[in-house]
């Protein structure tokens, strides 16, 4: 399915700095940035539930939020992009 995950991380210490870039660092190992703060992410129910419980426990949750958007894996049709930035699709492989 795909999952939408989107994260306002309060960097004005250097506590919420390096938060910002231990949850970056976990969006990015899951799936591929769209937007500064936004990844989507191909996952089953057990990654999902795993990428949530690691990034719960990165987060100040009384400062910092995170936010799951799960479209499904009927996602191809509920998804519209426009404007700059390349896409490429998510379920591509990705060689680095």
């Known amino acids: 399915?795909?999952?939408l995950i989107t994260y306002d991380v309060n960097t004005?210490?250097?506590e919420g700095k390096?938060?910002?870039r231990k949850v970056a660092r976990v969006c990015i190992n899951y799936g591929q940035?769209?937007?500064n703060s936004v990844f989507e992410c191909v996952l089953d129910n057990t990654q999902a539930l795993m990428v949530k419980a690691k990034l719960e426990a990165?987060?100040?949750k009384n400062?910092?939020?995170?936010r799951f958007y799960y479209l499904g894996n009927n996602y191809k049709n509920k998804v519209?992009?426009?404007?700059a930035k390349p896409v490429q699709?998510?379920?591509d492989n990705l060689i680095f």
């Open 89 to 91: 699709s998510v379920e």
């Open 80 to 83: 519209e992009h426009i404007g």
């Open 12 to 14: 004005e210490t250097k």
């Open 33 to 35: 940035r769209v937007q």
């Open 58 to 60: 990165i987060i100040d």
């Open 18 to 20: 390096t938060r910002l």
């Open 63 to 66: 400062k910092d939020s995170l």
């Open 1 to 3: 399915m795909l999952v």
